[in-house]
Each structure stands twice: as C-alpha cells, then as structure tokens.
C-alpha cells in the first residue's frame, strides 16, 4: 500500500474478528514504530504486548464506560500498550531543554503514528486511546516509576469497515508567514 492512501485510508477500529496476529505480522508493526524519528534519537518509546483475556479485561476497565474502544480492548487479539521512558527526550545532561519539558508524549505519539499505519497497511485495524487511568494500566501491568503509559491500542483484523470523517480543508488550518495570514 502506497504511503498517502494508508494515511488516507486508516480509521479507528473498536471491532474485531477473532482470528490470531501472527508473530511475523506484529513484528513487522514494531519494526515501523522502532524506525520512528525522536530527539536527539533517545527513542525513549517502550512496548508493552499483552494477549492474556484476564489482563486485556482489566485493561479495558480502566477506560470510562462511556469511551467506545473499552470493549475493543477486551476482544482484539491483542492490546499494545505504549509506554515512555521519563528523563530522556527533551533532555540534555539531564536537564529539561524546552519550555515544553520532557518530550516523551511527543516521541510515543510518532512511534504510534508509525505502528499504526503499518498496522493498516497490513490490513489490520487499530485505534489510539489515550482516555484512560493510566496509574491504574501501570499497575495492572507493574510499570515502574520512570515510565508511563502513554496510550493503548487494541491491535487486531476489522471486522467491519468505516468510513471517513469529514476533514478539514487546508484553507481552514495552514497560514502562511504568520499565524492567521492564509
């Protein structure tokens, strides 16, 4: 699949057929999300893969009910769960660099990006939750302290498709020379 048809292409999936991930294929996924770009090259990204119902379960309760991708967690194959190394991107001898501070959430969001895309383009669905208590992930899944849970995505075959949300035009979000000058 041609790069900007799997940009165009992937939707957020909350349903899944039952069948198995291979090894190879989610190989493959974390191979895109390793080749991610982060600063200084700190890749401070962490994975964690989780395929055990029990834990997928409570994984999923950590979610609000109202959130749809609750019960996506609990029937995908598998859950991924992202995770960042705190204290290194955004970090320079051990001092925070930018006004914007540690930089982890950025770096996890392009190792994200990465995985979920080659995740559509081997015909799997994905989709980012970033609504949940993610104290309690990490301590369902023993994360130490100088990690956090960034995000989780169920990672499995759509059941179904969707459709596209309406997008903005460019006209609508890209200035030129100054904020505001279109």
């Not at 165009?8 to 294929?25: A, G, K, W």
């Not at 992202?82 to 006004?99: H, I, L, Q």
């Not at 770096?107 to 559509?120: G, P, S």
């Not at 498709?161 to 035009?169: F, N, Q």
């Amino acid at each position: 699949m041609e790069l900007m048809e799997a940009i165009m292409r992937r939707r957020s999936i909350r349903s899944y057929r039952s069948d198995e991930v291979s090894e190879e294929l989610l190989n493959k996924i974390l191979e895109a999300a390793r080749w991610a770009p982060s600063w200084a090259n700190t890749q401070c990204w962490e994975f964690i893969i989780v395929k055990d119902k029990q834990t997928k379960e409570k994984l999923a309760e950590t979610l609000p009910p109202p959130n749809p991708a609750r019960g996506a967690l609990s029937t995908a194959p598998i859950v991924i769960v992202a995770c960042g190394r705190k204290g290194k991107a955004g970090f320079y001898k051990g001092t925070v660099t930018t006004v914007k501070g540690d930089w982890f959430m950025f770096d996890v969001a392009l190792a994200m990006q990465n995985l979920t895309l080659a995740a559509h383009s081997l015909g799997l669905g994905t989709v980012h939750v970033g609504l949940f208590d993610s104290q309690k992930a990490e301590e369902i899944l023993g994360v130490p302290d100088e990690v956090e849970v960034v995000e989780m995505t169920p990672l499995g075959f759509p059941d179904k498709e969707s459709k596209a949300p309406p997008r903005k035009e460019l006209k609508d979000f890209v200035f030129y020379e100054s904020y505001g000058k279109k």
